[in-house]
């Protein structure tokens, strides 16, 4: 099967471009490197489309979608995918990803990302819907952790190990997240860097970067849960993480995620302009 997996984004960061910025973007033609759209944000905005696909003649675009839902014990919802399908035709997208969970029941869309447990029969689930994904598509796709508050008791393998053996079954590719990373590893107890070393650095295409959010832990007192809110600049700790990321995987595009409470536009191009220093730092490194 031809996948068009040659392709890749350029090692400079890259910004996840949402609705409140389209038209000032469209309007200024910021040198931002490359944007990551959210498909759902167009399947049902023309104007919004018409705009996007302006934009994606002078830059790379990145498509990760959130209703997808490899996860679905259910299948995957094949009218959405179609829809999906037709976009990505237009836009022609140097990457897609998508998370690793499902949003999506007996046709209902929850408007979350719910987890999975690590055990065979949702490992067999996740292939087969990333082989129908891909297969469909006619591209790689890039499968991204998710950002953890509990685990399953169900579990038999590490996320790393799960997420390894995706790759090995199902030739996808990883989308790592660099902050869900580390608040995952805060909320559930691990060592981020460990969950780091343990991946295997070929599969990775994409890192994200995105705010997150302290909140007391009604279930432990006194002790706060991170919470992935996309709404807050970068942390020093997720900062931190990310330089790792690019010692151990070479420098990998990066894209700053800002959802919540979003700022204006420069706000988000400062944040991509320090990832890009620690890529330019890795690159120089590399070749030292
Ligand atoms: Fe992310």
Redesign the pocket.
């Known amino acids: 099967m031809t996948r068009n997996s040659d392709r890749s984004l350029s090692t400079k960061a890259g910004v996840g471009l949402r609705l409140p910025h389209l038209a000032e973007v469209v309007a200024t033609r910021p040198p931002a490197a490359w944007f990551e759209i959210h498909p759902e944000n167009f399947l049902a905005n023309p104007h919004a489309s018409e705009l996007l696909l302006d934009l994606a003649r002078d830059y790379p675009i990145s498509v990760h979608t959130v209703g997808v839902s490899i996860g679905s014990a259910g299948g995957i919802d094949r009218a959405h995918l179609k829809r999906v399908r037709a976009l990505i035709d237009r836009v022609d997208p140097v990457l897609i990803s998508g998370h690793l969970a499902w949003s999506t029941h007996a046709g209902e869309y929850l408007n979350d990302l719910l987890p999975l447990p690590y055990d065979e029969e949702t490992l067999r689930l996740v292939s087969r819907h990333i082989d129908e994904v891909q297969d469909y598509l006619g591209r790689a796709y890039l499968v ?1 952790n998710p950002s953890s508050y509990v685990g399953f008791g169900a579990s038999i393998m590490t996320e790393v190990q799960f997420l390894s053996e995706l790759v090995d079954r199902s030739g996808c590719r990883l ?1 790592c ?1 660099v ?2 990373i580390h608040l995952s590893a805060h909320n559930m107890g691990f060592d981020p860097y460990r969950y780091i070393d343990g991946l295997p650095a070929a599969a990775i295409g994409e890192l ?1 970067l ?1 705010g997150f959010t302290a909140e007391d832990d009604e279930g432990n007192p006194g002790s706060a849960l991170l919470v992935d809110t996309h709404a807050a600049r970068i942390a020093e700790p997720a900062w931190k993480l990310h330089a790792h990321a690019l010692r151990r995987f070479g420098p990998k595009p990066t894209m700053i ?1 800002w959802d919540n409470d979003i700022p204006p536009f420069a706000t988000i191009m400062a944040e991509a302009a320090t990832a890009d220093a620690a890529l330019t730092l890795d690159i120089h490194h590399a070749v030292a």
């Open positions: 991204e989308l997240d902050s869900n994200h995105g995620e």
